[in-house]
C-alpha cells in the first residue's frame, strides 16, 4: 500500500484547507485511514481516522469541531477538511492506513506542510 498526501500550503489564521490522501496497491486489505500531524519539536500526534467497513469517524478533541474527514471510494482519496485554522494547527500533516487487528499503522505517506499565519 503506497500512500500519497497532497494538499498543504500556507494560509491565514481563520482560513480552510483540504488535504488529500491517495491510496494505491492493496487497498482492499485496509482496515482504518488516519490523520496525524507533528509541529517543530513536538511529537506526533493523532488527528481523526476513519474506518473504511462502516465509515465511522473519530477526531482528537483539538479539532473535533473544525475538521472532518470524508472518503471518495471510486477515487481511493481520503480527505482532512480542516475549517478555522489556527495557528497551533501548523505541522507536517500525515495520512497513514491500518490492517484490521493490527495495532499501528503500518503503511505511511510522505506528509504535507501546513502553515497557518496570525
Known amino acids: 500500500v503506497q500512500l500519497q498526501a497532497s494538499g498543504g500550503g500556507l494560509v491565514q489564521a481563520g482560513d480552510s484547507l483540504r488535504l488529500s490522501c491517495v491510496g494505491s496497491?492493496?487497498?482492499?486489505?485496509?482496515?482504518?485511514m488516519g490523520w496525524f500531524r507533528q509541529a517543530p519539536g513536538k511529537e506526533r500526534e493523532f488527528v481523526g481516522r476513519?474506518?473504511?467497513?462502516?465509515?465511522?469517524?473519530n477526531y482528537a478533541d483539538s479539532v473535533k469541531d473544525r475538521f472532518r474527514i470524508s472518503r471518495d471510494n471510486a477515487k481511493n482519496t481520503m480527505y482532512l477538511q480542516m475549517n478555522t485554522l489556527k495557528p497551533e494547527d501548523m505541522a507536517v500533516y500525515y495520512c497513514?492506513?491500518?490492517?484490521?487487528?493490527?495495532?499501528?499503522?503500518?503503511?505511511w505517506g510522505q506528509g504535507t506542510q501546513v502553515t497557518v499565519s496570525s
Open positions: 496497491g492493496r487497498t482492499s486489505s485496509i482496515y482504518a
Open positions: 497513514a492506513a491500518k490492517r484490521r487487528f493490527s495495532s499501528e499503522y503500518g503503511y
Open positions: 476513519l474506518i473504511l467497513s462502516t465509515g465511522s469517524t
